[in-house]
């Protein structure tokens, strides 16, 4: 793939980017390198005064950052806004917090005195999607600088410039050179990454394909990695509910950054008594969306990022439709206007069990079963791969209960949408991958947890 800005709502190349040489990538990691041996030994208190300046220039340049996002991938503007903001929340999140996250923990044993010490442990690559250009960054960056390691990013390639825009914003909040560095590289390039001695471990956030292969490196070199993959997010809906409320969650949590998320809600179940209902109101809803121009206020829907996704979500609907799927609302590029757009799309009547139930459908198509029970609802929320998060409304208290505890995911949201929040750790089971983000969780997954004892 080029390292390339190409507007997803019009198509226009917008900058193309060299790659980095060889000889960049080896200074890149000499540099990041010389920085961790310093900057290891950085108290909490000056490393969270920098954070917080990475938060106030995240917060003053809001504006242009969001262009910048909405120009390469295409989601609508006031999302962007509202990711940058996040993105400063969880700077000031781990400013406030990463001293007492990692902070030494006394154990009772028979050692005169003996506890549990949190240390860096160098440079950890992160290899970022596009879908989140910003937070999903952000939300490495403040962990990883915070406790003393130093981050290399290879961002995906459709993102050059708000790659190079992180980089410059944590420059500009004071941290030393080399701690923060962006490589523009191709996929192809992250092997030898990892297989380098002063790579500790990696992250990444992406397709399974990608994160099986990163981690194959990494196993090989006996490298840690954090893995944070795809999702078919259920989002179930049970008679007591709700509805009109599940409606309007469900619309926005299918629609979010232009249906494009992993936590976004792919699937949903709904049993069979308020089926027509819910059916016909997230109908009325889909057919309200405004698509178009992601920069406009009140688009709803922007552009898919990249001409491939669109034949991607295309050729997923057609297979659905011929294993016997009926089209309720869109099901076809928009083929009026440049760029990549896809409409509002609900598909019903999906054979179970067929190879589309179980797939991730990476734009806005909304995929609607109905179930009998609770026990049906249950089992078919748990028939994919996947296990990132769930969604499930109910106003009865055991219903709740048993939806918690058997719904296998990372995360389990009670009338409320999949999200993510910094005091919450964030992370899937099965084949949305493994390892947190955010929370205590997030910061102790890249340091050397050292058991001291001294007699
Ligand atoms: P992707 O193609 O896997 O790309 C993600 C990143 O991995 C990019 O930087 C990409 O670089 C790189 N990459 C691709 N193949 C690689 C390989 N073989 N080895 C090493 N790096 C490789 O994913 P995407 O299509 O951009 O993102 C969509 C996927 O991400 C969806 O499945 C979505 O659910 C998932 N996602 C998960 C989370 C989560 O937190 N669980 C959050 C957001 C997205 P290039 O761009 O240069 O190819």
């Given at each position: 793939m080029p390292i390339a800005t190409i507007n997803p709502a019009t198509g226009e190349l917008l900058k193309t980017f060299e790659s980095n040489t060889d000889a960049e990538i080896a200074d890149k990691l000499n540099l990041g390198q010389q920085a961790y041996l310093h900057y290891r030994q950085t108290d909490y208190a000056k490393k969270a005064f920098w954070m917080q300046k990475a938060a106030e220039i995240l917060e003053l340049e809001k504006a242009e950052f969001a262009k910048l996002m909405t120009q390469e991938m295409g989601k609508p503007f006031t999302s962007a806004i509202a990711e940058v903001e996040k993105s400063a929340s969880v700077c000031r999140y781990y400013a406030k917090h990463a001293a007492d996250f990692l902070a030494d923990v006394a154990v009772k044993t028979d050692a005169s005195h003996s506890f549990v010490r949190y240390q860096p442990i160098g440079i950890i690559l992160a290899v970022m999607p596009?879908?989140?250009?910003?937070?999903?960054?952000?939300?490495?960056?403040?962990?990883?600088?915070?406790?003393?390691n130093v981050g290399l990013l290879k961002h995906a390639s459709n993102v050059p410039q708000c790659a190079l825009a992180i980089e410059d914003i944590i420059q500009r909040a004071g941290f030393p050179k080399g701690v923060f560095q962006t490589l523009l590289i191709g996929a192809a390039k992250v092997a030898d990454l990892i297989a380098d001695d002063r790579?500790?471990?990696?992250?990444?956030?992406?397709?399974?394909p990608a994160g099986a292969s990163l981690a194959a490196a990494a196993g090989k070199q006996i490298k840690k990695t954090v893995l944070e993959l795809g999702g078919s997010d259920p989002f179930i809906v049970l008679?007591?509910?709700?509805?009109?409320?599940?409606?309007?969650?469900a619309t926005t949590a299918r629609m979010l950054n232009n249906g494009q998320s992993c936590?976004?809600?792919?699937?949903?179940?709904?049993?069979?008594a308020i089926a027509d209902k819910f059916e016909k109101l997230l109908l009325e809803k889909f057919l309200a969306l405004k698509v178009g121009d992601p920069m406009l206020p009140d688009t709803d829907l922007g552009p898919l990022a990249t001409p491939d996704?669109?034949?991607?979500?295309?050729?997923?609907?057609?297979?659905c439709v011929e294993s016997g799927a009926k089209v309720l609302?869109?099901?076809?590029?928009?083929?009026d206007r440049p760029g990549n757009f896809y409409p509002p799309t609900i598909i019903k009547d999906i054979p179970p069990g067929s190879p589309s139930a179980q797939e991730e459908f990476f734009g806005p198509v909304a995929m609607l079963f109905r179930v009998p029970d609770i026990e049906e609802a249950i089992a078919l929320a748990n028939a994919t791969p996947f296990g990132l998060g769930a969604s499930a409304w109910t106003t009865n208290a055991q219903e709740s209960d048993r939806l918690i505890e058997e719904i296998e995911a990372g995360a389990v949201f009670i009338n409320s949408m999949v999200k993510s929040d910094p005091r919450m750790p964030f992370g899937g089971i099965k084949r949305s991958g493994y390892g947190r983000e955010l929370s205590i969780q997030g910061i102790q997954e890249f340091v050397n947890v050292k058991t001291v004892w001294v007699k």
């Open positions: 596009w879908n989140f250009p910003f937070w999903q960054v952000f939300r490495f960056v403040a962990p990883a600088l915070m406790a003393g790579v500790k471990a990696a992250t990444l956030t992406g397709s399974e008679e007591s509910a709700d509805i009109e409320a599940a409606v309007v969650t936590i976004a809600a792919k699937r949903f179940i709904v049993v069979e996704l669109l034949k991607e979500i295309d050729a997923q609907v057609q297979a609302i869109g099901g076809h590029p928009l083929s």
